[in-house]
């Protein structure tokens, strides 16, 4: 066993499309550009955690083999998501001629869905532009959020959903490779969690042998300890009439776990609707409602604390009412 | 409690002449005028004029001295007793009084350059005709003595100097007192309040206090924020009460419009008070609801649109005094906001979650999102669960994760995970130090794979 150890998911990453062993329509096409040495404009759409960002590496690697990331500029829109990133990075790359011996280079802008409208239409003159010199892949969970310009520029490849024995059988190979002991029921419980998405039944996997053989129950309990409940204790303060005592929980967890507003407003909202919560029906809904509201007041830049102290008041005076 | 409510300036008031911070020069002048006095001579000047900035132990030096010395002090403050009348029936009378039992009898008056000479008339000249015949030694305090209405009296006074306490001095008087309150004092805190007070050692004690019967804690950005003006958290209670007890809208507005405290501030101390004085549940959703919004409306009218900061005073003035429809306000005493401190601890541990999520966003072909949401929480489990701490410093090594991010991620249990990755270095240097990480046989098809293609 090696001394220092990387997360399973970088580990197991197929690196050449050879390696990839689902996607079998994807990945002909893809091989087919790698024997021409040519690729279109490529627009990868799918669920999360069905391989598009992994085959488009590959891609990049079997066209350019292990120094493949030299002739590539990535960007994540998720983080980089405005206009000026495609006027200056983007450009910048693009327009530049492209190493010798090799025919293009290759943008990829991941979660390209993330980028704002005025961004989009920047890219698609930069797309027109510098197609000579360069070949962009995006990469999307939701391609109706690309505007049309850019998707009939694109050729269009879609990842399906991965299978429940994709999914499976993957774990088990992984889980044989390290060593790991395993229920079978556990890796179908890994399964139902992740809804398909591979990134995220690796990293199960991984954290539930951390604590040992992986069980159902062990898998459970890295998904509890995962999602701190100190949020429901949070609610159940707050509903309880305790502003204080639950605005204090609130800003411990943004202290303490590092959360953002917006990140314990989404906890919350997956919250009113556990069982574990013993609020009447209709009140679910008001909770949400409001939750929602606080949470598009919060993308809006509005501050943390104070939303989220209105938030805990409104749960405060639910909960007298239900009382 | 009682002793906890003592004003420092009080509690920590020198007691003798040594524990005067400098003032090396006053002291000695000040002892042998008085001793003097204690022998039975008058010597030439029967008044001494301590002069010098405020805070600097002016007074305490007389109280001190007079401690030691074994003498009496009969404090008249020169702003009372005014007057010529008044000074004559007060002044006049100790400095004639034969001290009791031999025991030496000080008279100080204090702030003496507050004399006016318009409305007090004849004040000054009571003053010199006393001091020219005084049997009592008489001190007085000014800050500054050069004032045109005081010339008569330095013609007959010994003039002491004080200096201005340089920040050094300050500093040390402030460690001192942060010991014995078993308070935990940043030097740097300690040190901007002494640059703040400029050389005055009272302002610098009540501003230490300040910021300690808030928070327990003097950190520097605490006493940045706290210290913009020290009359400021008058002002800021004002407002506050100017807002929660309003009659009426236009009233509330007022109060947050013409406050000193900038709009952020206000929603600062709003956000932690208004649950103080808040009790009803409707009233407190009602007052949050309208400062949140306000909140909208601040970010707003950053993006530009100026004109809309109206709404923002509309929402935290009236808008929260309307809030309350029960009519039931507490009596509890305004806090200060958590805020301050809540936001220099959030800062630092969102950098390095920002940082945790950049270093491995590229390594994970995704966003730093993703990393945020995906990532950490499943390292988290990893690095604080009760098994073996062997997988999460291995995972340390394989990720060169700095010590910070490992405790970021481990909490309680980063000492264990230290240890661990102690273990593997000493058992394995060699493997260690290889920046690849071994070859692993079980996706290797083809091909060479190593790190060095990543970055």
Redesign the interface.
């Known amino acids: 066993m ?6 399973w ?8 499309l ?2 990839i062993v689902n996607q079998t329509d994807v990945v002909t096409r893809l091989k087919q550009f790698v024997k021409e040495r040519n690729i279109p404009h490529l627009l990868f759409a799918g669920p999360p955690g069905t391989g598009k ?2 085959a488009a ?1 590959a891609l990049a690697h079997d066209l350019y083999g ?4 030299q002739y590539m500029l ?1 960007l ?1 829109a ?2 980089e998501r405005g206009i000026n990133v495609i006027r200056e990075k983007v450009k910048e790359f693009a327009r530049s001629r492209a190493p010798e011996g090799v025919p293009f280079k290759i943008v990829l802008l ?2 390209a869905d993330n980028m704002t409208g005025d961004a989009q239409q920047a890219l698609r003159r930069l797309m027109e532009l510098y197609s000579g010199s360069t070949r962009f892949i995006l990469v999307a969970n939701y391609p109706s959020k690309i505007i049309d310009p850019i998707q009939s520029r694109c050729a269009f490849l879609r990842f399906v959903p991965l299978k429940k024995d994709d999914i499976v059988e993957r774990l088990r ?2 889980s ?3 060593g790991v002991k395993y229920e079978y029921e556990a890796l179908d419980a890994i399964y139902e969690i992740s809804e398909g998405d591979m ?2 039944a690796i ?2 996997l ?2 539930a ?4 053989k992986v069980t159902v129950d062990s898998v459970f309990r ?1 998904v509890g ?3 701190p409940r100190e949020v429901r204790d949070m609610i159940k303060l707050a509903l309880s ?1 305790k ?2 005592e639950a ?1 204090e929980l609130a ?1 411990r967890l ?3 776990y ?1 959360l ?1 507003g917006e ?1 314990i407003v989404r906890q919350i909202h997956r919250e009113v609707f556990s069982q574990e919560l013993n609020i009447p029906e209709e009140y679910r809904v008001l909770i949400a409602d409001y939750v929602g509201e ?1 949470h598009y ?1 919060l993308v ?4 943390d ?3 989220l ?2 938030l ?3 749960l ?2 639910l ?2 009412r239900v009382s | 409690m009682s002793e906890r409510r003592l004003p420092w300036i009080i509690k920590y008031r020198p007691r003798r002449v040594e524990e005067i911070i400098g003032q090396e020069q006053a002291k000695k002048t000040l002892r042998e005028w008085l001793e003097e006095w204690l022998k039975g001579r008058i010597p030439a000047k029967r008044v001494a004029l301590l002069h010098g900035p405020p805070g600097v132990g002016k007074t305490s030096l007389v109280e001190a001295l007079a401690r030691e010395l074994n003498m009496e002090v009969l404090e008249l403050n020169a702003s009372d007793y005014r007057r010529k009348s008044d000074i004559e029936r007060t002044v006049a009378v100790a400095a004639k009084k034969r001290p009791l039992f031999r025991r030496g009898l000080i008279i100080l008056m204090d702030e003496v350059d507050g004399l006016d000479p318009k409305a007090d008339e004849g004040g000054i000249e009571a003053l010199v005709n006393i001091v020219k015949e005084t049997l009592n030694p008489i001190v007085m305090t000014a800050n500054d003595p050069w004032k045109e209405q005081l010339r008569d009296l330095r013609e007959y006074s010994l003039m002491v100097e004080f200096r201005e306490l340089t920040n050094t001095q300050i500093i040390t008087l402030l460690q001192r007192i942060c010991e014995s309150e078993r308070l935990k004092c940043d030097k740097e805190a300690l040190s901007y309040i002494a640059d703040k007070s400029m050389g005055d050692a009272r302002a610098a004690v009540n501003d230490l206090q300040t910021i300690a019967e808030g928070y327990r804690e003097v950190t520097l950005d605490l006493a940045r924020a706290l210290l913009k003006g020290r009359e400021k958290t008058l002002n800021i209670w004002r407002t506050l009460s100017g807002v929660l007890y309003a009659k009426q809208a236009w009233m509330a507005k007022k109060a947050v419009t013409q406050s000193d405290e900038d709009y952020e501030t206000l929603i600062a101390w709003l956000n932690d008070n208004i649950p103080r004085k808040y009790s009803d549940p409707y009233d407190l959703y009602r007052a949050y609801e309208s400062l949140a919004r306000a909140t909208v409306f601040l970010n707003r009218s950053k993006s530009g649109e100026w004109a809309l900061l109206s709404y923002v005073f509309d929402l935290i003035g009236p808008g929260v005094a309307f809030a309350r429809v029960s009519g039931e306000i507490s009596g509890a005493k305004y806090g200060f906001p958590e805020r301050i401190r809540l936001m220099s601890q959030l800062k630092a541990k969102r950098e390095l979650r920002e940082k945790l999520a950049e270093h491995l966003a590229r390594r994970l072909l995704t966003s730093k999102r993703t990393v945020k949401n995906e990532i950490i929480p499943v390292l988290t489990v990893i690095f604080r669960n009760e098994a073996d701490p062997a997988m999460a410093a291995r995972l340390a090594l394989g990720y060169k994760l700095d010590k910070e991010m490992i405790e970021y991620l481990a909490g309680p249990k980063t000492n264990d995970i230290v240890k661990a990755i102690e273990k593997i270095r000493r058992a394995k240097p060699e493997e260690v130090e290889d920046k690849k990480p071994k070859e692993d046989k079980t996706t290797k098809k083809k091909g060479g794979r190593g790190l060095d293609y990543y970055y």
Do not use: C
């Not at chain 1, 042998?209 to 040992?212: H, I, N, Q, R």
């Not at chain 1, 809006?300 to 501050?303: F, K, Q, V, W």
């Open positions: 090696s001394v220092a150890e990387i997360l998911v970088e580990k197991y990453r197929p690196r050449s050879d390696e960002t992994t590496h292990e120094n493949y990331r990535e994540n998720s983080d991941d979660e190979f992984i044989e490779g390290e990134r995220k990293n199960i991984q954290a042998a951390s604590l040992g890295v300890m995962a999602r009439g502003f204080m605005r800003r943004m202290i303490d590092g953002s990140d606080v007041r809006e830049g509005s501050d604390d104070i939303q102290s209105a805990i008041a409104w405060s005076l909960g007298k």
